[in-house]
Structure formats: C-alpha cells, structure tokens
C-alpha cells in the first residue's frame, strides 16, 4: 500500500548557508529550483512539504500527461503550465503535504484536510486522482483504478487580515493546524494579494465570459457513489474533447465550415458564438484568438476564476500584518519561491511591482536569506 508521502523522516544531508528566493514569472518555473534542491540533497527525495500562498491552487492535472512523464524527473517540466505543477511532483512522491492558503476570494477547494491518491488509470497510463470534489471533476481527473499510486495530503485555509483581527486565537490555531515542519518549501504567488482574472476582458464588449458559462457547463453528480460519479466522468469527458476538437478546427481554419465532427448541441451553441466573436473581431481589426476563447471556457465551470482587485492598503496589511506573523511563527523553510504571475493577467501589472517588493522586504526582514534571484529577467 502506497504511504503518505508527508510523513518523511529523512533529513535533507546540506544546508543553504543562507536561504535562496527565486523570484519567477510563470508559477510552474518554480518546480525546477524545488528539483533543483533535492538534487543537490537539500531537500528530500520524498515528502516535502509545499506551503503555497496562491489565490489558485495551480493543482489540476494536464489531461494528456501520463504517470510515467510525472515521474520523468526534470524532464516532466516543459510539460507543465502554471495551473498543473504540483500534483505531478506529489505523484512523484517528492511533494507530501501540500498546505494552499487561499484569500477569502477563492473557494476553489472546501477548508480542511484531506488525503488524495494519485496515479496512472490502468487502461490509459494517464495520471488522475481519486478526489472527487468538483475542482477535479469538472475536469474529467477522477479515477477510483489507479496504479503506482502515491498519497499526499492536502489541508486548505483561509489566510486574511480579517480572520486575524477577527479572533487571534482562531489564527493561531490555523498555524498549529496546518503543521508545518522542516523541511518545507514557502511559496508565494503574488496574485494571492490582488487577483485579476486576464478572461474578463476578452471581448467584453459582448459579454464573451458570461456567453461561455452555458457553452462549458458541467453538472456535478447528484450523489458521490462511484457508479454515479465514473458515468458523470466519462459524460464530461466527451464533452471536454468535443469542444478541444471544435476549437481545434477553429484555431486551424478560422471558421467552422467543412467541421466534420458531431453536429450536437454543443456544436449549435459554439456557432451562435463564432459569430458574435467573429463580428466583434472584425470591428477590433483583429484576428479572432480561438485557443484563448477556448481557454475562457475552461475556467467557466464552478462559477469562474477568483477575481478581487485589492486596495495598496490591503495588500500593506496583508504583508505586515498577516504574512508577517504567520511567518514568525513557523519555522524558517528551505528555500522560497516567489511567482508573480503578471504576464497572464493574474497579477495586476500597476500593482505587480509594488507587491513583490513588499514581500521581498518583508521576507529579508525575517529571515537570513541570499538577495533574490529574479529569473523572470533572465
């Protein structure tokens, strides 16, 4: 039976002399610096906590990967994006315990913790989970058959300003609860402060975000048994690959003419919509994006992307208050990683650099560490 890859014992064999940040742009370039330390036996081979300040969890999984490319080492990461890094490293055991505190905007995944099991579905060697809350379902990631299975655990919190001067005492729990121990990874996502959502503005003018909620819309299973749950999977498997495939013939031909896929309801509903994107395109002077329409829809399931533009004087308190304390009362970690997810809209651009060098300031006032090494500019 597979064990809970959190509980390791092993001590890392180096130290840093002082503790490195990597400062990156695209979340998921933080997984080479994590492998990266555990090469260098600095981290772990199994078990590392990932303490992961984000407004998303980045936890879902590339339909297409299979548990063999998880486990592939360095060569897993040019398949990675920044929505699915971490449950790659976890089926790869080197990530036991993964704590997401989220700000009180995102409600991707219920509070608490649970266990989940990863690995590869015996018919297709690709890799899923055995969760069966909607942040996986709503992707088809479900598999109660899985084989080179890992478990690891995941606890979710609320992380705000709110929370702390509301009952201290109640955040001080939050800190026992979450049960961080060396060796562990801190990593922080700037959006986590302020979060914008990049879809919202793509063709606004037609209201394109909203069109896109019944064109992706998924119905969770009306009760968890398997036999429910695995005929729910399989029905939204066939309409995710039925949209891929019409915006695949969209992206390559730039209309749906000569489509010889299924002409299905979902086929009518994406027609009604290429012609308000192609009309609106052709007003903007531009060629219509499909991939990224495509990319819209998938966030549309679950009521959308978090989206919450914060105050300077929030994302002051947030950092000073809150993320200082939390910090002072855990132990110091490993190494930090810091994502400012910019380029994609997530972090607004005006505030982008106002919030990493808060963090940045407030990170070397607590702890001992190199000068930040800024990857973005690399």
Not at 1 to 13: H, T, V
Not at 152 to 176: G, W
Not at 276 to 291: F, I, T
Not at 358 to 368: A, F, H, K, R, S
Request: proline share 6%; glycine share 6%; net charge negative.
């Amino acid at each position: 039976m597979a064990e809970i890859s959190g509980e390791s014992s092993f001590q890392p064999m180096k130290r840093f002399k002082k503790i490195p940040i990597y400062v990156v742009e695209e979340h998921n370039d933080v997984l080479q610096f994590i492998y990266s330390a555990i090469g260098g036996k600095k981290l772990p081979v199994e078990g590392t906590t990932l303490l992961h300040l984000d407004a998303h969890p980045d936890m879902l999984i590339d339909r297409k990967l299979k548990g063999e490319e998880a486990r592939s080492g360095k060569k897993l990461l040019p398949l990675l994006q920044i929505e699915n890094w971490i449950v790659p490293a976890a089926a790869a055991g080197h990530i036991g315990h993964v704590v997401w505190l989220r700000p009180p905007w995102a409600t991707q995944f219920t509070d608490g913790t649970r266990i989940i099991r990863v690995g590869d579905h015996p018919r297709t060697g690709l890799l899923r989970v055995d969760s069966k809350e909607p942040y996986y379902l709503s992707d088809a990631l479900y598999s109660t058959e899985l084989y080179n299975e890992r478990k690891f655990r995941l606890t979710v919190a609320e992380f705000s300003n709110s929370k702390l001067n509301k009952n201290q005492h109640e955040f001080y729990k939050l800190i026992e609860d979450m049960k961080i121990c060396q060796p562990y990874v801190l990593d922080i996502d700037l959006d986590f402060f302020s979060t914008g959502n990049p879809f919202l503005s793509l063709y606004e003018n037609i209201g394109l975000y909203d069109r896109l909620e019944p064109i992706f819309t998924f119905k969770l299973p009306e009760n968890d048994d398997i036999i429910t749950v695995e005929k729910v999977i399989e029905s939204r498997e066939l309409q995710l690959q039925e949209l891929e495939n019409i915006f695949q013939h969209l992206e390559e031909y730039g209309n749906l003419q000569n489509y010889s896929g299924q002409k299905s309801y979902t086929y009518d509903m994406v027609s009604e919509l290429v012609a308000a994107v192609s009309k609106e395109a052709e007003r903007l002077n531009e060629k219509p994006d499909w991939w990224a329409v495509f990319a819209a829809g998938c966030t549309r399931d679950q009521g959308g992307l978090p989206y919450h533009i914060s105050t300077r004087k929030e994302i002051q308190n947030t950092v000073k208050k809150s993320l200082t304390l939390l910090l002072q009362k855990l132990p110091p970690p490993v190494l930090i990683t810091v994502a400012r997810s910019t380029d994609d809209g997530y972090c607004p651009s005006h505030q982008v650099d106002f919030i990493q060098s808060l963090v940045l300031e407030t990170l070397q006032e607590i702890y001992e560490t190199d000068e930040p090494t800024l990857h973005y500019l690399a």
